[in-house]
């Protein structure tokens, strides 16, 4: 999600299941499946949209209507949507798990317990059925937890919170690898911390750890990166150490102080690079169906030689008609495949 920000301060190789094409032979296969020299460079796999919501009310409210925590109320007509998607181009889905140390809204769920409520799990594991039946082709899983257990907002660390936290990631992990669609999991929605975000460093520190020690990196973009990425970037050795993931997950939104995605996008290429970070990317948010986004990232991807593997756009326009979503469902895709994304 957008999050304002500037200068001065605040404002994913495969996973599939079970199974890993080893790292030479997917180094001997590259040149059999690499684009004929002339074709102009660009995103690696056809992507599609962040799909949380599949409604909402009055044109901006759109609590009540998560596509996990409402899924047995709206299984029809989430599952048409999906199929709706397919058929507009879309192959991969970013796919939120919003949870919170309170009650079920709607959206958010309770994890209270350190995991879902088996309710919740169950519905979890036949949205991601569903995700599966309609055909799409790998998704990625975003853990954002609400507020207090959020730790963007912390002052200092809170133990109890990172436990419940660390306990729905853990708890849900076998249900994620075992829906038999080619997965990531992003450990905290735009979690990677500026340079003087202390206590989010420590909090991301420990969930690598933690995380790492008990399921490895393979399956992981680790923490996403929203604006301004260039100073995040200086953050990736603090939390990763010598153990980063193997691909980054970046949201490129245009704005008066950072620019328009096409900088954003190099800015964040020079800065890894001279860091010694050459991972692949994947775009896991931009705006809705947005033909300069799509212009000013492809163009970038021609001009740095980045590899982006994909990219999934957020359901909000540039004109922001909305806090947060303007769009649900996400069905229209056309100004991103049309690019080629």
């Not at 796919?95 to 799990?121: E, N």
């Not at 990631?169 to 669609?181: K, Q, W």
Request: charged share 20%; net charge negative.
């Amino acid at each position: 999600m957008p999050r304002a920000r500037n200068p001065t301060g605040e404002g994913i190789p495969l996973i599939r299941p079970r199974k890993w094409l080893p790292l030479a032979a997917a180094a001997l296969l590259l040149p059999l499946c690499a684009p004929a020299a002339s074709a102009a460079p660009g995103p690696l796999e056809a992507g599609g949209s962040n799909y949380d919501f599949y409604d909402l009310t009055g044109g901006c409210d759109r609590e009540p209507y998560g596509v996990i925590d409402r899924f047995d109320a709206a299984r029809d007509t989430i599952t048409a949507q999906l199929n709706q998607m397919y058929a507009a181009g879309q192959r991969r889905l970013r796919i939120g798990i919003f949870h919170q140390h309170g009650p079920d809204s709607g959206t958010v769920m309770d994890s209270s317990s350190g995991d879902l409520s088996p309710v919740d799990r169950q519905q979890l594991t036949e949205f991601l059925a569903a995700v599966k039946t309609a055909g799409f082709q790998e998704i990625e899983v975003a853990f954002l937890p609400i507020g207090a257990d959020d730790p963007h907002g912390w002052s200092a660390m809170d133990s109890s919170a990172y436990r419940e936290d660390w306990g729905v990631i853990s708890n849900l992990h076998p249900l994620i690898a075992d829906a038999g669609i080619p997965y990531r999991i992003d450990l905290l929605n735009e979690g990677m911390p500026m340079s003087d975000q202390s206590v989010l460093r420590s909090y991301t520190q420990r969930l690598w750890s933690d995380y790492t020690a008990a399921f490895g990196r393979d399956d992981t973009v680790g923490f996403s990166m929203t604006v301004w990425i260039a100073d995040r970037a200086t953050q990736l050795a603090a939390v990763y150490g010598s153990n980063p993931p193997d691909v980054f997950d970046l949201h490129l939104y245009g704005d008066d102080w950072n620019g328009d995605e096409y900088k954003q996008f190099v800015d964040a290429d020079q800065k890894m690079t001279s860091l010694g970070y050459h991972q692949q990317w994947i775009i896991g948010e931009t705006y809705f169906d947005d033909g300069a986004a799509a212009d000013g990232i492809r163009r970038a991807i021609a001009d740095t030689g980045r590899p982006v593997r994909y990219l999934t756009q957020w359901p909000l326009t540039r004109q922001q008609k909305c806090a947060d979503v303007d769009q649900a469902p996400p069905v229209t895709y056309a100004a991103y495949s049309t690019d080629g994304f």
